[in-house]
């Protein structure tokens, strides 16, 4: 009975002990892993002091550029207060005001210079008016007369980039070049020399052209003979049917309204105003009154036309309502 109770005892110890290493163990593997976590964070701890400190070192590097900036502005500011106060700077006013002075008398010369000429202008239209009657001289007429393809090619000269616009000078210089073999070209030469502008645009400029020529065919032309019978009585115009303008807008609507896209190749919904007023041009002839479009297109103050705004040019023209 003893060696019984000795045996089960000895085997409860053994239990026991088994159960006990186990657990040992088992709180060194959690010993381990706390040291683990522990080991990581006073790496994270060491990151941070060492974020810190950089933190710490780059504020006091902005604080010295912050110090030495208040320093640098103190110092402007002392140096403008001194030039406001140096006599250099007093003489730079008075120069200042001189000048300005200066630019008031001159002011005062120009507008009374401007007022002689405006008199004197008005002296000489009043002896051209008396001079109207006197009977004038013929301008030179030379074997070789200037086209207007000539004249033009004289602006595209110019106008290298192809703006439409053309220095008034540099026009007219080029213009000068056909006097020796077109004597009669001076003319057209007087009228852009008188212009008041200094940029010709080549709309104006070709109207320019076509009115000089209109003068020159003129004065060629030999004068009408006069027949000594009484002339017929005229009957009066008759007056346009009402709604007929209307009807001959309508037919050449969707003709105008397809001419933007013509100039439009790209599909921009934009127009060069110069090309998209030749393109109307081209049916003046099939409805004269398109030339009431082309004329306000002419008038815009702008380069490039918008789609929509021309559609709505096009509508007022054809209701009566583009002014």
């Given at each position: 009975?003893?060696?019984?109770?000795?045996?089960?005892?000895?085997?409860?110890?053994?239990?026991?002990?088994?159960?006990?290493?186990?657990?040992?163990?088992?709180?060194?593997?959690?010993?381990?892993?706390?040291?683990?976590q522990?080991?990581?964070?006073?790496?994270?701890?060491?990151?941070?002091?060492?974020?810190?400190?950089?933190?710490?070192?780059?504020?006091?590097?902005?604080?010295?550029?912050?110090?030495?900036?208040?320093?640098?502005?103190?110092?402007?500011?002392?140096?403008?207060?001194?030039?406001?106060?140096?006599?250099?700077?007093?003489?730079l006013?008075?120069?200042?005001?001189?000048?300005?002075?200066?630019?008031?008398?001159?002011?005062?010369?120009?507008?009374?210079?401007?007022?002689?000429?405006?008199?004197?202008?008005?002296?000489?239209?009043?002896?051209?008016?008396?001079?109207?009657?006197?009977?004038?001289?013929?301008?030179?007429?030379?074997?070789?007369?200037?086209?207007?393809?000539?004249?033009?090619?004289?602006?595209?000269?110019?106008?290298?980039?192809e703006?439409?616009?053309?220095?008034?000078?540099?026009?007219?210089?080029?213009?000068?070049?056909?006097?020796?073999?077109?004597?009669?070209?001076?003319?057209?030469?007087?009228?852009?020399?008188?212009?008041?502008?200094?940029?010709?645009?080549?709309?104006?400029?070709?109207?320019?052209?076509?009115?000089?020529?209109?003068?020159?065919?003129?004065?060629a032309?030999?004068?009408?003979?006069?027949?000594?019978?009484q002339?017929?009585?005229?009957?009066?115009?008759?007056?346009?049917?009402?709604?007929?303008?209307?009807?001959?807008?309508?037919?050449?609507?969707?003709?105008?309204?397809?001419?933007?896209?013509?100039?439009?190749?790209?599909?921009?919904?934009?127009?060069p105003?110069?090309?998209?007023?030749?393109?109307?041009?081209?049916?003046?002839?099939?409805?004269?009154?398109?030339?009431?479009?082309?004329?306000?297109?002419?008038?815009?103050?702008?380069?490039?036309?918008?789609?929509?705004?021309?559609?709505?040019?096009?509508?007022?023209?054809?209701?009566g309502?583009l002014?």
């Amino acid at each position: 009975m003893n060696s019984m109770d000795k045996g089960y005892h000895q085997s409860q110890k053994s239990l026991q002990q088994s159960h006990l290493e186990e657990r040992c163990s088992s709180l060194t593997y959690e010993l381990e892993a706390l040291r683990s976590q522990i080991a990581k964070k006073e790496r994270r701890a060491d990151s941070a002091l060492s974020k810190c400190e950089r933190m710490e070192r780059e504020h006091d590097a902005l604080v010295a550029e912050r110090d030495a900036a208040l320093a640098k502005a103190e110092a402007v500011a002392e140096e403008f207060r001194q030039f406001k106060t140096n006599n250099s700077n007093k003489e730079l006013q008075e120069q200042c005001d001189q000048k300005d002075g200066e630019i008031r008398s001159l002011r005062g010369q120009l507008a009374d210079v401007t007022q002689e000429r405006d008199e004197l202008a008005a002296k000489l239209q009043e002896a051209t008016g008396m001079m109207a009657a006197a009977p004038k001289k013929a301008v030179p007429k030379s074997n070789q007369e200037t086209s207007e393809a000539d004249l033009m090619e004289a602006f595209d000269s110019v106008d290298e980039d192809e703006t439409g616009f053309a220095p008034r000078l540099d026009l007219r210089k080029k213009v000068d070049e056909f006097i020796p073999k077109d004597p009669y070209v001076q003319v057209l030469s007087d009228t852009i020399r008188g212009l008041d502008v200094m940029i010709l645009e080549k709309d104006d400029y070709i109207d320019h052209v076509h009115a000089w020529m209109e003068g020159r065919n003129k004065q060629a032309a030999p004068p009408p003979a006069r027949k000594a019978t009484q002339p017929e009585p005229q009957a009066p115009p008759k007056k346009p049917q009402a709604g007929n303008g209307k009807q001959q807008r309508l037919k050449v609507e969707k003709f105008l309204l397809d001419a933007f896209d013509k100039v439009d190749e790209d599909g921009t919904e934009f127009a060069p105003r110069l090309d998209l007023r030749k393109q109307v041009d081209k049916y003046v002839d099939q409805c004269p009154d398109a030339q009431q479009l082309s004329d306000y297109i002419r008038a815009l103050d702008v380069m490039i036309v918008e789609k929509d705004d021309y559609n709505e040019m096009v509508n007022n023209w054809i209701e009566g309502k583009l002014e």
